[in-house]
């Protein structure tokens, strides 16, 4: 039983405190610091009273006799609480008390008793607490007897340990409380162990060799941290032990930096400064014979080291290695070539450990001690020396450091130096940059970056010039505390926390793009200059001066934006009103007129802007601002990622701007808000002309980033409601003749209007990637680059056409715009399309995404004025009401179209459909070929697109030469369709159908109006209907109309023999009603609507058979390139087409592919009409096995109505399929052990804890996982009680009491019953579970052979289990040491594989106890050999779990879901009548039923688990996938023609095949295809672990395997030292969840039948050890 004691700090109980102490060598206790003082034993059960925690502490450790040791002492002990709770906490005069004190304490050495009790720990502690108590301390000769008694306890080392630690903090807390509540702002900073107040010592030891970056932050300011609050002592020295990379200008700027985050050091020193120390103990291990000087080659020792080598050198004598050491020393040209390396350990698995160098010879000069020396320390030798020498207590150290710590240690040892403690830390890992000093001097010296303080840097100074405050900074760092958690963090964090340092203090100013301004005249404006707020909302940064005039400059973006008569408000000015805008030829904005409305103070409905006046009293000032991408473009360098292939080169980019007037007096590190556009820096002040250059310095800003993911800030006004879909031209107007020159006339928009088109497909594309990353959950370094790369796209859109790009917004124009004959509209929003349909359409989307982004009503309001304006402008050209879905009518007669426009028309169709196949299959989560192949498909198209029109493939725009009267759009449904040929009539349709198609899904995704979907659908199936009319086909995506399959005739009959207009007719409305029916279901319509639509489907069919005598069959694209009748049908689909017929017959097929195309169909109910793709229900799966096994074991056990899920973690209902399976295991498992003479019983399932704890190394295994019983309903049980973890400690009490004599022996007791283990892990169903059921055997022999028999037979009877039953092979073995069961001698087991992971799972333990427990529990009976002698029993324990069923699901179960072996199948024949439809006779069916029926009976007298399933309310299609989902493994089909041929069909689970079975020998050709079943699932699976189990002898083979997912069988010494570092070492570095596949490998048994065979003298795979047997390795559960 774990506790925990939680301690308020600003009170610590010192009671609680010193009886914690005290049992804490008895109990499992842990003390935290916290808010309130408790005491948590349980969830249920937990102590606030200080006495109350003392009494609970000192009870579960009766063996302490704290409480004392009978009634009297107990009683005594409640009255001295009682007396230091009331009598000295609670009372201001003490002398009373004290008094009776003493007195007590006359005669005594203890309050109650001969030892130590609570009574003497509270006391102690009320008065440790008390000011008054220390006061009276003082005065000699006050309460002698307590003094006395006080200074003995205080002198005993838990009372000392409490007193200086916590009664300091006490004191502390009261006396700061302020700095307390600061300090819950930062960080989680860990206590140091065993740091004392006014004691602590800590040190920062940069190395001069580059400038600081906040990594080193991070570690001085943590030090800063421990020195602070510790009252402590921080040093700062300077590691100098290498020369050549010293350098003393960095030690001058390393002083700065650390100066700059307001660090100061209390003594700075240097590592040169013990130089003489380090070399005399230097030559003292070389005395010792602790170290020897080594001369061979670099690159030799590396590899030596690497494969354990010793050096030749290592065993030289001591004057041979002073020989050389002199030679070292004097610098000569043979010293150079040697090392001193210390002699610890060249086997070790720590490679630090093997023999490292100590000292290096080096002939340059030292910065500090010139030509002195010619031999230098290593960092790793000289740090803890010097740490030692210079008192440090404590060595802050990264992670990274964490393998030399071992020789941190050994260097101190060696030398009996005073040892520091070492505490580790993360390092701080930053993304899209690099922290090593090495690289970031590369990128100095090639001249990437302008220098060490270069804003896109990670150094102080470099983050410090692009905006962080000191005051950011160290908010940051104090924030990551000094966790040991590796990560890697995004740096919008570290920008985040400087947003809440700048953004209350920034003043705010405007600028405006220099090329993009549009002058506005004002003529009532006078020009004057006003002061105005820095600062909205903090008075105190300051006022600044505001310029207003007759003419006033707006960004170009905002013009876009008027109209006409708007009300604008002018930030620092007020509303005016927009009276006119200038356009030139091209349609760019000139300029605007104004008119002043400042009257008008309502500025709720008005859009916003900056501006700037243009006067000469106050010229605008030119700015340039920079904005700064990440240096590295990856986020996270891997290991073998060389850092230069990921230099991003286009870095930094610059935007000319106006500035205003004010910024002239910005000096450098300004930092400002430019509104509208984010926080900058002034990294360069303006300077005005200067008589030199004749020339002005603009003022530089740069921007700072705020912790949003945006790509750069935002240019222009902010988008608004009543945007067009594509932007106006704006012509740019120069500020002022001196300062620029007059922008090109022509728009951006028109100037590269091609590129434009491009790039909007591109940001198209690039959403869909996005979107579909995050839909499959895509890991977060592919989606981040992803919308980084899409950001740049918008970013290039808007710099190319002047306005931010917009979901649903029209493409920009493709070609400059022609003129035309037409009369132009005059509508009150230009848009780029032409055709009124379309810009209805399109202001729609404008108001619907208003509406859903929740907009503000204003802005709604003048959106749908726009919109009624638009439908009245549309039904004065067109004479008809615009209404949703509506085909688009035609504003021009459609000119004939030549040949290579049809041809450039009908590849755009297909790459369109092709397009949406791909987003079906992608949406749909299909396979990886399929997807890859439809992909590869649309690429060719696209190519084969531009190859006949010379441009690029773009979404929305057919090819401009397919349809010259484009604004038309398409043909009105209602008006015949005016084409060349009736080919081209199909294709027009196909289109509409297309357009349309993407119309209703839209609308859908939208969420739309039902009445909106509803005419759009309606639509949707008219223009269908219409299509398969024209061609007799059905329309299918991707798939358009050739001259080929489509006829010349104008109505091409769909069968042959049913040509008739009439049955024509009736043909066309069977497949529109079919469609009503799929719209129906997708919708999840109400039963009684969908139920009435197939009623009239199929009274449709009827009639149509009536008319025509031949049953609906939908007619299928012929010839399609790439496709059959049979790879357009589904498996369901092909089978409810049969069952619709009655099929039977003929139907055997093929056991290869059927697999595959189960798995790709799974989840599909079929409606059986065969019309299209079938919906994709839930029923099925939606997770793949081999791409998310998680997902799809969750998904299996829940569907498959396996599982429950339960209210308590960890905890399942096992519903009846389950349990069935556990019920076959048991009656196997219990017939066969009731043979060996092993008989049923059932014990209680609690414990007592005086029981549980009696055999310590077993339970400890268990402790961590026990659950305990602590209150009956609202009283405390005077003993908590636990609930039985296993049964051996409860069991054999019982045991000693029945064995007196030999013939009392064997006991053979098995129980079937449920355990607990309270996992703190991540449970999972079956697998790891808090509760599961299990089977406990329990023997005792007289003799060690019959005792080590039964194990092994035991063992094979678990194998049968899992081989005979479940069709799964295993491994038997023997544990491992490390991993048998705690307390027994050894643990056979069977272990099992699941290939999906590529782990291992204990399948059932049968472990030989020995006498270990027999001891413990006294199992002993009389020697018949030696009368008078006791001898101890041999025990034996066994058992198995429901985990089985877990391992049942993972081998077998497919992307159908369960596959389950006949032997343990709950239903193992699932009867399923086929082929009843509204057209059967009743008397038919009911022959049918009567059939199936027969068949259950029939099977059910042969004794096969049967059921068949005859409900009407499910279609065979659905009761297929879901008797496959629960892994049925026979499936019969009985339909209308099986009836009459006599016969049945069999569906085989395991492999899908067909079979037919004749009606007179069904019984035996089930009972034989079950067992055909059953074996050839062991089969596969045994091939399936014959594969993925192999042998290897190199440590290198050995990972390699097991990163292929396979179980090693490798050569092992046996030690567990061996086995932790086996399994450190073949861990990756990920840190995933416990048991992964990416963990480290554990041993899983010593195989009884190993693969290969040890050969004399073979090593273990670690190389340290002989190897004592082939041992099977993997990762496992």
């Known amino acids: 039983m774990a506790l925990n004691l939680t301690i308020n700090t600003s009170n610590p109980p010192l009671g609680a405190l010193l009886a914690a102490e005290h049992v804490k060598d ?16 349980s969830d249920q059960v937990q102590f606030n009273d200080v006495n109350s925690i003392t009494r609970y502490l000192a009870r579960v450790a009766p063996s302490l006799g704290l409480y004392g040791s009978n009634m009297m002492e107990q009683t005594e002990v409640d009255h001295w609480l009682e007396f230091s709770a009331r009598r000295l906490s609670e009372q201001s005069d003490l002398a009373p008390a004290l008094g009776e004190l003493n007195a007590a304490l006359a005669l005594r050495t203890f309050l109650v008793g001969h030892g130590l009790t609570l009574a003497d720990l509270c006391v102690w502690a009320a008065l440790k607490g008390s000011g008054e108590w220390q006061a009276t301390q003082v005065k000699s000769g006050s309460f002698p007897h307590v003094s006395r008694w006080f200074s003995f306890l205080g002198s005993q080392v838990p009372f000392s340990d409490v007193g200086s630690k916590w009664a300091s903090k006490l004191t502390a807390s009261q006396t700061a409380t302020v700095e307390k509540e600061k300090k819950q702002d930062v960080g989680k900073f860990v206590e140091l162990p065993g740091a ?19 990594g080193h932050a991070k570690a001085a300011l943590l030090n800063q941290h421990y020195q602070i609050n510790f009252k402590g002592k921080l040093i700062m020295r300077f590691d100098d032990t290498n020369p050549e990379k010293e350098k003393e200008d960095f030690e001058k700027v390393i002083l700065e930096d650390v100066a700059m985050l307001q660090i100061k050091p209390d003594q700075f020193t240097y590592t040169s400064d013990h130089f003489p120390i380090i070399q ?39 004057e041979k290695n002073m020989q050389m050491w002199e030679e070292m020393k004097a610098g000569t040209e043979y010293g150079q070539t040697c090392c001193m390396r210390a002699k610890i350990d060249m086997s070790s698995n720590n490679g630090c450990m093997r023999d490292p160098t100590l000292y290096r010879c080096k002939n340059a000069p030292h910065p500090r001690t010139g030509s002195t020396y010619k031999v230098y320390p290593t960092y790793d030798f000289a740090c803890p020396i010097v740490d030692s020498i210079e008192g440090v207590t404590h060595a802050l150290r990264t992670t990274e450091y964490h393998d030399r710590d071992e020789q941190f240690y050994w260097v101190i040892d060696a030398l009996r130096l005073r040892k520091p403690y070492i505490w580790e830390y993360a390092r701080l890992n930053l993304n899209n940059t690099v922290l090593s000093k090495r690289k970031l001097t590369w990128f100095v010296d090639q001249g990437y970056v302008d220098g060490w303080d270069d804003p896109r840097f990670p150094t102080v100074r470099g983050v410090l010039r692009r905006g962080m405050t000191v005051e950011g900074l160290k908010q940051f760092i104090a924030a990551q505390g000094g966790s040991r958690s590796v990560v890697n963090m995004e740096w919008d964090k570290i920008w985040a926390f400087n947003k809440k340092v700048i953004d209350p203090i920034a003043p705010r100013y405007t600028a405006l793009q220099s090329s993009q301004v549009v002058p506005i005249s004002i003529p009532g404006a006078k020009e004057e200059m006003k002061e105005a707020a820095k600062h909205p909302k903090n008075a105190d940064v300051g006022m600044k001066q505001v310029w207003y005039g007759p003419k006033v400059f707006v960004e170009g973006a905002d013009a876009e934006t008027f109209s006409e008569g708007e009300t604008v408000t002018f930030i620092n000015w007020g509303n005016i009103i927009i009276t006119k805008i200038h356009k030139d030829s091209s349609g760019a ?57 990921y230099i991003n080169k286009n870095s930094k980019t610059e935007e000319m701007m106006l500035g205003d007037p004010c910024l002239k007096d910005l000096k450098k590190g300004d930092i400002i808000q430019l509104q509208r556009r984010g926080f900058y820096i002034c990294d360069q002040p303006y300077e005005p002309v200067s008589p030199h250059s004749c020339k002005e310095s603009p003022c530089v800003l740069l921007y700072i980033p705020d912790g949003h993911t945006k790509e750069m800030p935002t240019a222009g006004s902010k988008d608004k409601s009543k945007n067009q879909p594509t932007a106006k031209p704006v012509k740019a107007e120069p500020a002022s003749p001196s300062k620029s020159s007059p922008a090109p006339s022509t728009s951006p928009m028109q100037a590269a209007s091609g590129d434009a088109f491009s790039l909007f497909s591109s940001i198209v594309a690039q959403g869909d990637l996005v979107r579909q990353l995050k839909t499959d959950k ?40 022609q003129t035309s004959p037409a009369p132009a509209t005059t509508s009150p929003s230009p848009s780029s399309s032409s055709c009124p349909y379309t810009r209805v359409a399109e202001q729609g989307e404008v108001v619907r995404k208003l509406k859903t982004e929740k907009a503000p009503k204003d802005k709604i309001d003048e959106a749908v004025k726009v919109l009624l304006a638009l439908k009245a402008e549309f039904k004065q050209l067109t004479g008809q009401d615009y209404k949703p879905g509506m085909a688009a009518p035609s504003g021009a007669p459609t000119q004939p179209t ?59 725009a057919p090819p401009a030469n397919a349809a010259p009267a484009l604004a038309a759009q398409v043909q009105s449904a209602t008006e015949p369709i005016k084409t060349s040929s009736p080919d081209n009539a199909a294709l027009d349709i196909y289109h509409r159908v297309a357009q349309q198609g993407d119309l209703v899904r839209k609308l859908k995704t939208e969420k739309a109006p039902k009445d909106q979907f509803d005419a759009a659908v309606k639509q949707l199936l008219a223009l269908k209907a219409e299509y398969k009319q024209q061609t007799g086909q059905e329309y299918k995506p991707g798939v358009a109309p050739s001259a080929a399959t489509a006829p010349a005739q104008a109505s091409p009959s769909p069968p042959q023999s049913s040509s008739s207009p009439q049955a024509q007719a009736l043909y066309a409305q069977v497949a529109q009603q079919g469609e009503q029916v799929r719209q129906l279901k997708t919708e999840k319509a109400p039963k009684e609507q969908v139920d009435t639509a197939v009623k009239t489907l199929l009274e449709l069919k009827g009639q149509y058979k009536a008319l025509t005598g031949e049953e609906y069959k939908p007619v299928s694209t012929p010839g399609a390139p790439g496709h059959t009748r049979s790879e357009d049908k589904s498996r369901k689909e092909r089978e409810n087409a049969s069952e619709k017929q009655g099929g039977g017959g003929g139907r055997k097929q093929q056991k290869g592919g059927e697999k595959s195309q189960q798995s790709q169909d799974r989840g599909a109910a079929g409606s059986g009409d065969g019309q299209g793709p079938k919906k994709q229900t839930r029923l099925g799966l939606e997770a793949k096995k081999e791409e998310n096994l998680a997902d799809w074991y969750s998904q299996v056990i829940t569907k498959s109505e396996m599982i429950e899920y339960y209210d308590v973690s960890g905890c399942y209902v096992l519903r009846p399929w389950a349990y069935a399976i556990w019920e076959a295991i048991k009656d196997f498992f219990d017939k066969e052990i009731k043979k060996l003479g092993v008989e049923n019983c059932y014990f209680p399932m609690f414990v007592s804890q005086a029981a549980l704890e009696k055999e310590k190394s077993h339970i400890a295994d268990f402790a961590p996982e026990v659950a305990w019983v602590t209150r009956s309903g609202n009283t405390e049980l005077a003993e908590p009680i636990a609930v039985r973890p296993t049964s051996e400690t409860v069991m054999y009490p019982a045991y000693a009491k029945w064995v007196q004599s030999h013939r009392d022996l064997p006991i053979k007791l098995n129980q079937w019953c449920n355990v607990v283990r309270w996992e703190f892990k991540h449970p999972q169903p079956f697998l790891r579970t808090r509760e599961f059921l299990w089977q406990e055997g329990h023997t005792a022999f007289a003799t060690k052979e019959e005792a080590v028999e039964e194990v092994l037979q035991i063992l094979d009877l678990y194998a049968r289990v899992y081989e005979e039953l479940m069709a799964i092979p295993v491994v038997k073995g023997k544990k491992t040491e490390k991993e048998k069961f705690a307390g027994g001698n050894y643990t056979t087991t069977v272990e099992a594989f699941i290939s999906a992971s590529g782990r291992a799972i204990q399948g059932a333990t049968s472990h030989h106890l020995g006498q270990n427990f027999s001891k413990m529990f006294d199992i002993a009976f009389e020697d018949p050999k030696k009368p008078g002698e006791k001898q101890l029993a041999y025990q034996n324990s066994w058992g198995i779990t429901t985990r089985t069923i877990g391992v049942l699901t993972m081998v077998h179960g497919d992307d159908m879901g369960l596959v389950l072996p006949p032997r343990v199948a709950c239903l193992q024949v699932i009867i399923i009548p086929c082929g009843i439809t509204a057209t059967l006779p009743e008397a038919e069916k009911e022959l049918l039923l009567a ?4 068949y259950l009976s029939r099977l059910q007298k042969v004794d096969i688990r049967v059921k068949a399933d005859i409900r009407d309310n499910y279609s065979p299609g659905w009761k297929f996938n879901h008797w496959e989902l629960k892994g049925v493994p026979i499936r019969l089909e009985v339909g209308p023609k099986d009836l009459k041929q006599g016969q049945c069909v069999a569906v085989r689970r395991d492999t899908g095949e067909k079979i037919t079975v004749p009606n007179a020998d069904a019984e035996n050709r089930i009972k034989l295809l079950l067992e055909e079943i059953q074996n050839n699932m062991f089969k596969r699976a045994s091939a399936d672990l014959k594969e993925h189990m192999v042998a290897a002898d190199t440590m290198e083979q050995f990972q390699k395997e097991l990163d292929q997912g396979k179980i090693v069988q490798i050569p092992f010494c046996g030690e567990i030292e061996c086995e932790d570092w086996i399994k450190k070492t073949t861990a990756k570095d990920q840190d995933l969840e416990p048991g992964a596949p990416s963990m480290g490998a554990k041993s899983l048994c010593i195989p009884f039948q190993p693969l290969k065979t040890l050969q004399p003298g073979q090593m273990c795979i670690s190389g340290k050890e002989p190897a004592q047997f082939y041992t099977l390795f993997g990762r496992s559960y």
């Open 778 to 817: 895509a890991p977060k370094e592919q989606v981040d680059p992803a919308v980084k790369q899409l950001l740049a796209l918008k970013v290039e859109f808007k710099k190319l056409t002047g306005q931010e790009y917009k979901p649903g917004m029209a493409p920009p124009a493709s070609s400059p715009v």
């Open 1491 to 1494: 059939q199936c029926s027969k």
């Open 898 to 956: 030549s040949s290579s426009s049809l041809s450039s028309a009908d590849i755009h169709g297909q790459v369109a459909e092709q397009g949406e196949v791909v987003r079906k299959l992608k949406s749909e989560k299909a396979p990886k070929d399929q997807i890859d192949a439809a992909v590869k498909q649309l690429l060719a198209l696209k190519a084969q697109f531009k190859q006949v029109t010379g441009q690029e493939y773009k979404p929305v």
């Open 26 to 41: 008895s109990i499992s206790l842990s003390v935290q610091e916290g808010k309130d003082t408790k005491l948590h034993v």
């Open 280 to 318: 005399r103990l230097a030559e003292q291990l070389l005395q010792e014979a602790k170290a020897y000087i080594d001369d061979t080659a670099p690159d030799v020792m590396k590899q030596e080291r690497e494969q354990r080598i010793e050096s030749r050198h290592r065993n030289n004598s001591v």
């Open 589 to 645: 904005i000139t300029s605007l007129e104004g008119r002043l409305n400042l009257e008008n103070t309502d500025y709720k409905k008005t859009t916003k802007i900056t501006w700037l006046a243009d006067t000469l009293k106050a010229p605008l000032i030119p700015t340039i601002c920079v904005n700064y991408q990440h240096l590295i473009s990856k986020p996270v360098l891997g290991k073998d990622d060389d850092f230069k292939d």
């Open 196 to 214: 004392e107040m006014g004691k602590v010592v800590v040190r920062f030891p940069p190395e001069a060799s580059g400038y600081l970056h906040i």
